[in-house]
């Protein structure tokens, strides 16, 4: 699994918490590197922050639906208005996980065992 962040402590707690479900995760903290990762590590599930600094994580979705494997890309984000689950939903993502996203919706979604988190 991987978790891309632009906030350091959140990014070290929500990989904590990863962990502790049974997950092998990387942790990112920008979109630029998410993808260099995800392409060496090829994780199942990307938990992906849609704003996380230079790209959007609308930009990095869509380049990791370029990858040659299967990925299920969740958004987690702060912005938990109707308007940003709708345009989430409707673009590249699997998943809307509102900040904080809880454990049980986490393991939910991240039944396999590995994952990256860009946040």
Not at 36 to 49: K, N
Not at 88 to 94: A, H, V
Request: hydrophobic share 40%; charged share 25%; with cysteine.
């Amino acid at each position: 699994m991987e978790i891309v962040d632009h906030e350091p402590d959140q990014l070290r707690a929500l990989g904590m918490v990863v962990e502790l479900l049974g997950q092998e995760t990387q942790l990112c903290l920008h979109g630029e590197e998410c993808v260099d990762i995800a392409e060496s590590f090829r994780p199942h599930l990307v938990l992906l922050d849609i704003t996380i600094g230079c790209k959007t994580g609308f930009e990095v979705a869509r380049e990791l639906r370029r990858l040659p494997f299967l990925l299920i890309i969740p958004a987690v984000t702060g912005c938990t208005g109707e308007d940003w689950r709708e345009k989430c939903l409707s673009t590249r993502f699997d998943y809307f996980l509102p900040k904080p996203a809880s454990s049980g919706r986490l393991k939910r979604c991240s039944m396999r065992q590995r994952a990256v988190f860009v946040l």
